[in-house]
């Protein structure tokens, strides 16, 4: 059994960093194609980031191009989520996910993903 678990979030100011750890617990991500997800108050969950499962691949949702980076430790029990310029539009709770796959894509789809983290809250004030 994989259980994720999400670290790092807080409350920071307009243009501010942060960083979000998901460590794994069970089994590491050398052969998981990860995904950052979020979801604001009143709203569905949405795409933020993934990488495939060697790391050669990532995809960022256009919100947060440029801004945010998805990454892996080395010892691929950690996948970060560095997020740069932060806007209040990012005030989220902030999901990671993992999908267990050899396929070199990168998922963007929540219901693709089979193991998730209980969230992280990131707050940016204005």
């Known amino acids: 059994q994989v259980q994720l678990i999400e670290s790092g979030g807080g409350l920071v100011q307009a243009g501010g960093s942060l960083r979000l750890s998901c460590a794994a617990s069970g089994r590491t991500f050398s052969s998981a194609a990860m995904g950052w997800f979020r979801q604001a108050a009143g709203k569905e969950r949405e795409f933020v980031a993934g990488?495939?499962?060697?790391?050669?691949?990532?995809a960022y949702a256009d919100s947060v191009k440029g801004r945010f980076t998805i990454s892996r430790g080395n010892a691929q029990t950690t996948v970060y989520l560095q997020m740069n310029s932060l806007k209040p539009e990012d005030t989220a709770v902030y999901f990671c996910?993992?999908?267990?796959?050899?396929?070199?894509?990168?998922?963007?789809?929540?219901?693709?993903?089979?193991?998730w983290g209980q969230g992280t809250q990131v707050t940016v004030s204005s």
């Open positions: 996910a993992a999908k267990y796959t050899g396929a070199s894509r990168v998922y963007s789809t929540q219901s693709e993903y089979d193991y």
């Open positions: 990488l495939n499962w060697n790391g050669g691949n990532t």
